[in-house]
């Protein structure tokens, strides 16, 4: 009851941390009136928001894939103990549900995914409406905001690297590709760290038709764009059996790298199982290690 009074009023439902001793509100459910639809996200504190003379927060932008949500993402992957330690504020926007029986989640990240690219709506719109409204809400430091997204979510995250590039200072899409519409033009050159796996049959590295019959791009291609893009040179790759690591250098202000593991499968390197049904994590990689050591290299000017 409490939560549907909550709910139907657009507040906070908020829970504590760990010490019942500590009043302080660490994460809060929000709502936001975007394009004519009640959008929502999450927002977990680290523990050092409320210290005396606190400095701004980066923000990581946390995008779920098909069918997924912000708790899913939150309880599986493990984001909020790495912003916990590493100081970070991470946010949760949720895609907006299906009308069919099951109500899933979905991005319009451009040629998918299902109900919100059907639809045509404006997660572009939705994303900046969210990073307007923490820049007013909480201590963020602007020039340090960074994205991520698993599947689907990293398809957005390739999306508004293309149109929102003056707002965000690095992506890391997981398991994912780019699946855009229009030619990508970003007024800035943006960091990209991918991270992918060899025995990904739901978003295929090498391209071709994955979830839901779907024709995803080829990874590589995605990558050689966006060195074009942020101005790099060619390639150099270490395989060490584990895995591939590709960095494009010499780039022109922002720098691509990529993690393609010879384990796990559709699913978060170094997370938890998303359930029976899915593939196992990478064993070889922390996913979440690996991006905030990226993001932590970049900010807008």
Not at 42 to 52: H, R
Not at 116 to 121: G, L, T
Request: overall charge negative; some cysteine.
């Amino acid at each position: 009851m409490i939560q549907s009074i909550a709910t139907m009023f657009g507040l906070f439902l908020a829970t504590c941390s760990d010490n019942p001793d500590d009043p302080k509100i660490y994460r809060l459910e929000k709502q936001i009136n975007s394009e004519g639809l009640v959008r929502t996200y999450v927002v977990n504190l680290p523990y050092t928001y409320y210290d005396k003379d606190p400095p701004e927060f980066p923000v990581v932008l946390a995008l779920h894939g098909t069918g997924g949500s912000a708790e899913q993402m939150e309880r599986v992957y493990g984001l909020n103990d790495k912003g916990n330690s590493a100081g970070f504020i991470v946010v949760y926007p949720e895609g907006v549900r299906s009308n069919g029986p099951r109500g899933i989640r979905t991005w319009n990240a451009g040629r998918c995914c299902d109900y919100a690219m059907e639809n045509d709506v404006d997660d572009v719109k939705f994303i900046r409406d969210v990073i307007d409204e923490l820049s007013i809400g909480f201590r963020i430091n602007k020039k340090k905001i960074y994205l991520t997204g698993m599947s689907t979510g990293g398809m957005m995250a390739y999306r508004l690297a293309c149109e929102l590039s003056y707002k965000l200072a690095a992506i890391a899409p997981i398991r994912s590709t780019m699946m855009v519409k229009q030619p990508c033009n970003p007024a800035r050159s943006v960091p990209v760290l991918h991270v992918h796996s060899l025995l990904d049959t739901i978003v295929p590295y090498r391209g071709g038709v994955g979830l839901a019959g779907y024709n995803f791009s080829p990874v590589d291609s995605v990558l050689q764009l966006w060195a074009q893009i942020n101005g790099c040179t060619s390639p150099t790759s270490v395989d060490n059996s584990q895995f591939i690591h590709t960095i494009w250098s010499e780039c022109e202000g922002a720098a691509i790298e990529s993690y393609l593991t010879y384990d796990g499968g559709h699913s978060w390197p170094g997370g938890q199982k998303a359930g029976s049904w899915a593939d196992d994590p990478s064993s070889f990689i922390k996913a979440n290690d690996l991006m905030w050591d990226f993001f932590k290299r970049f900010e807008l000017p």
